[in-house]
């Protein structure tokens, strides 16, 4: 399954962005599909999860400000992030689900290539 990442890039403090991860395999509805990111200096961590029936899971430092959805209709993933902080920028990348852990990254097969957002003050 090939994931392909469009959004993200460029925005002021305070500011929001949308991402988008759409996906090339035939059965988008049954796959759990979640966001991760990796900030400059620390490893890849989880951001947000959302399984086929649309139940999402956060990690703590969204505190509100990220939601994640989905679109079955385009095999589509997005996030979107407001309140952006300086701590948000990093690479971000989509995945889907395999089994396990949602919050640990061994647990995820397919991988985008990931979006550069660079939040600014």
């Known amino acids: 399954v090939r994931l392909l990442q469009s959004g993200g890039g460029l925005v002021a403090a305070g500011g929001s962005l949308r991402l988008s991860c759409t996906t090339s395999?035939?059965?988008?509805?049954?796959?759990?599909m979640a966001w991760f990111r990796q900030v400059p200096g620390k490893e890849r961590e989880f951001v947000a999860y959302?399984?086929?029936?649309?139940?999402?899971q956060y990690a703590d430092f969204t505190n509100g400000r990220f939601t994640i959805t989905r679109d079955n209709s385009k095999n589509t993933v997005y996030l979107q992030m407001n309140s952006l902080e300086l701590e948000d920028t990093g690479v971000y990348y989509c995945?889907?689900?395999?089994?396990?852990?949602?919050?640990?990254?061994?647990?995820?097969?397919?991988w985008g290539a990931g979006t550069q957002d660079t939040v600014f003050s």
């Open positions: 959302i399984s086929p029936m649309s139940t999402a």
């Open positions: 995945t889907r689900h395999a089994h396990g852990s949602i919050y640990s990254v061994s647990q995820y097969y397919d």
């Open positions: 395999g035939p059965i988008f509805s049954s796959y759990s």
